[in-house]
């Protein structure tokens, strides 16, 4: 079972993060726990920390200049390092100079649509997000303006996979998951697995 | 379809009178219209067409406790109308009014998921006119209406409140909802529409680049002295408040709903 996915810049700030499991602790103080770690580990073993083990977890780490991916689950079976490498590689290929130059963050949350594929949502745990907060009239007004009608949409079916939804909007399915994904992270919808595919649910 | 929200920013400036005389308006054009009550802190469209005890309203409907076949009453034939003038009314009792008001967030994500669910509904029966007569204001149950409809027609009186008040509902409200509105001036006093018409000129001034007017509806004591139980778009199809009104729903029939918002 995996638990969560945190990528961290450098400077051990957390950039990115996608918790599974809402139980953990922040991701910002694991980051920190995990690059002080990092660097302990260098200095006195002179090798690159690969994983330790806490509170029954296992946090895999994998530092790949300019950043760290931190991978946490259950047991070492859960994670192979090709998917420790894949996730490195996918992320750096997208963002690695918003890394670098210091952008906006905010653009990197698109990267729960790549997880999705990495990670089936069957292997991560509870493989359900809940919404955070409902999707209510007034917060359909805060949304961004290029979500407004896909989360209309999702009101009135209440809920959609992306093939619904890129075929009620007229959009691709790659644009219908990947907007799918932001009304998930902005917390205002959710998703769990259902036949093998991912059901976006208020 | 044409789906509107006949909404203001206060109370009292005649969405209620203007929203049932519009529907009855083009049911006589033989239209088929649905109009909803979405004002669930003052019910009123119950009074007006003298309908009195249903078994379920619009609340229960938003609630999933009713079908809105359950809610729904048709009246065209009451009223010898040609078209269908199918009404969903809101519950006047005043138990039901405060439970209405201490209802959370998830029963109005709830609500305006109905809603949208019944527009569809109605599109697909081939209804030709939706219009939600709407609460006053901010309060959920109003932008819910907002949310649902094509567009919204708001109602105000020619006074600075309205004026402000207007603005801010088109500068916070529909524009970031991407909903464009339709300014339509009611219970005008005579003498401002006569002569040089400074009250008219600043009207069209304030809201020039915010709102299309839709028309300027004058005070007609007439209204009134019906006491809330008439409506003249019936009673006195040929009189000069239903004849103004007349134009006002023409205007609306123009409307392309097709067109996005600031285009
Ligand atoms: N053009 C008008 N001239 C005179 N009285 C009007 C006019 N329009 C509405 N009224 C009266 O104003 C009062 C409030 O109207 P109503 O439709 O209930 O407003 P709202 O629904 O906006 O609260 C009613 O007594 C109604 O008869
Ligand atoms: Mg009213």
């Known amino acids: 079972m995996i638990r969560a996915v945190c990528i961290l810049d450098q400077g051990g700030v957390c950039v990115y993060s996608r918790i599974y499991d809402q139980s953990l602790a922040d991701p910002q103080l694991m980051g920190s726990l995990i690059s002080a770690l990092s660097l302990f580990s260098r200095e006195t073993m002179g090798d690159e920390l690969r994983a330790i083990r806490s509170g029954g977890h296992l946090i895999i780490v994998s530092d790949t200049a300019p950043i760290t991916t931190m991978v946490v689950a259950d047991r070492a079976e859960d994670v192979t390092s090709e998917l420790v490498d894949a996730i490195t590689l996918r992320f750096l290929s997208r963002y690695a100079h918003i890394i670098k130059r210091g952008g906006e963050l905010s653009a990197l949350r698109e990267f729960d649509a790549v997880l999705d594929e990495l990670i089936p949502l069957g292997k991560t745990a509870g493989g359900l997000i809940e919404p955070r907060t409902p999707l209510d009239s007034l917060a359909l007004i805060d949304l961004p303006a290029d979500l407004r009608d896909l989360a209309v949409l999702l009101l009135r079916e209440r809920e959609l996979s992306a093939t619904d939804a890129a075929r009620s909007l007229s959009v691709s399915e790659v644009e219908a998951l990947e907007m799918l994904h932001r009304l998930v992270s902005l917390g205002v919808a959710g998703l769990r697995m259902e036949d093998g595919r991912v059901v976006f649910f208020l | ?263």
């Open chain 2, 1 to 263: 379809m044409k789906c509107f929200a006949v909404h203001s920013y206060k109370g009292g400036t005649g969405k209620t009178t203007l929203a049932a005389n519009l529907a009855v308006i083009y049911a006589r054009m033989g239209h088929d219209v649905v109009l909803l009550e979405l004002d669930f802190q003052a019910p009123s469209l119950h009074t007006l067409f003298g309908v009195r005890g249903r078994d379920a309203y619009m609340n229960d409907y938003l609630s999933e406790s009713a079908t809105w076949d359950d809610v729904l009453v048709d009246l065209g034939d009451n009223y010898d109308l040609d078209g269908l003038l199918v009404l969903g009314f809101s519950n006047p009792d005043v138990d039901e009014i405060r439970k209405q008001l201490a209802k959370d967030r998830k029963w109005h994500m709830q609500a305006i998921s109905q809603l949208l669910v019944l527009k569809e509904r109605l599109r697909a029966e081939g209804f030709d006119y939706v219009i939600f007569d709407s609460a006053p204001g901010v309060h959920y149950s109003s932008v819910n209406a907002v949310v649902a409809s094509d567009f919204t027609v708001v109602v105000a009186k020619i006074d600075n409140f309205d004026f402000d008040g207007s603005i801010a509902l088109i500068d916070q409200l529909y524009n970031p909802l991407e909903r464009r509105a339709f300014m339509l001036f009611n219970k005008v006093v005579p003498p401002l529409l006569t002569g040089s018409r400074p009250a008219i000129s600043t009207a069209e001034e304030v809201f020039k680049d915010k709102a299309e007017i839709l028309g300027f509806v004058p005070c007609y004591c007439d209204v009134p002295l019906a006491m809330g139980s008439e409506i003249q778009a019936l009673s006195q199809p040929d009189g000069p408040f239903a004849t103004r009104l007349q134009q006002v729903a023409q205007k609306i029939a123009e409307i392309d709903v097709a067109a996005k918002h600031g285009t």
